[in-house]
């Protein structure tokens, strides 16, 4: 049964990584907020707590330490996430990604301990990380649409100084006209 679960589990978090493995974050980004962490434990909080203790557990057994969490420290540890996870819209995904990058040795070194301190350290980075790309994004769509200019902008003008410039351009083109046409008269 356990194994069918742990298969089910990474079947469904594929979607959520590159193809090396790594978090996939804008993928994870698009998860619904209805579906993000706080808003589960604001819907119903013993549930999101059980979940995320269930979560810890499993990968606190694939870590093969001589002093592993108690069943306590897990559940004050499920407490701690998801009192924090509003702060940065943690999902379930993200949480999940990273427990299986901390039990395949990304987070080392883990020594031969874990405790509520040392995993909200190696989680913190996961979440930094995670920020990093989070910012550049923005960055990167922000710069984008910079790049696309106002399109009102050349029919418009948008300064005093332009619209000036536009008018007296206009004079000058009715000077010179009017100048034409008296050399023409002329002849």
Do not use: C, W
Request: charged fraction near 30%; hydrophobic fraction near 40%; avoid cysteine.
């Amino acid at each position: 049964m356990l194994r069918k679960d742990s298969a089910q589990i990474s079947s469904v978090l594929r979607a959520f990584k590159t193809p090396t493995g790594g978090a996939n974050f804008p993928a994870l980004f698009s998860v619904p907020t209805e579906h993000r962490l706080a808003a589960m434990a604001k819907n119903d909080y013993g549930e999101a707590l059980t979940i995320v203790s269930a979560a810890v557990t499993m990968a606190m057994g694939l870590l093969n330490l001589k002093m592993p969490m108690n069943d306590i420290q897990v559940v004050d540890l499920a407490d701690a996430l998801l009192d924090t996870a509003g702060e940065d819209n943690l999902a379930l995904e993200d949480l999940v990604l990273f427990l299986q990058q901390l039990t395949r040795g990304k987070y080392n070194p883990l020594y031969e301990s874990m405790d509520v301190p040392k995993f909200m350290e190696k989680f913190e980075i996961y979440r930094e990380e995670r920020h990093r790309t989070m910012v550049e994004i923005r960055e990167n769509k922000h710069l984008e649409y910079k790049g696309l200019g106002d399109p009102t902008r050349a029919t418009k003008p948008e300064t005093a100084f332009e619209e000036h410039l536009q008018q007296y351009s206009q004079k000058l083109q009715v000077k010179n006209d009017e100048i034409k046409l008296l050399k023409r008269e002329r002849r």
